[in-house]
């Protein structure tokens, strides 16, 4: 059974920092790229940040680009975002998904449950 569990979410002043991270179960995780997506209150999903099978290639939406930066550690079977002046539009729950395939864009098909940030002073 493919599971995807994230954590290192919490209550933040703006400025801070929160890294989260996603531990993977139940498939190859080397294999597969892997992203992280947001949901903020009221609002649809955005995707946040994307990194392919192998770590050499990652892709950031505007909004998080230079302060956002996406990991792995692949004999972990760990995914990882450390958050870095944070804002109070970074308010969300992320979300922790499995690729397709081993690339860093395409589908998805399995989402783990969530981790929520508040960004809040």
Avoid: H
Wanted: hydrophobic share 30%; charged share 15%; proline share 2%.
């Amino acid at each position: 059974e493919v599971q995807l569990v994230e954590s290192g979410g919490g209550l933040v002043q703006p400025g801070g920092s929160l890294r989260l991270a996603c531990v993977a179960s139940g498939f190859t995780f080397s294999n597969y790229g892997t992203s992280w997506v947001r949901q903020a209150p009221g609002k649809g999903l955005e995707w946040v940040s994307g990194i392919n099978s192998g770590g050499g290639s990652t892709w950031y939406a505007d909004s998080v680009k230079g302060r956002f930066t996406i990991s792995r550690d692949n004999a972990k079977a760990t995914l990882y975002l450390q958050m870095n002046s944070l804002k109070a539009e970074d308010t969300a729950v992320y979300y922790c998904a499995k690729n397709l395939d081993s690339n860093w864009y395409g589908e998805y098909d399995y989402w783990g449950q969530g981790t929520q940030v508040t960004v809040s002073s």
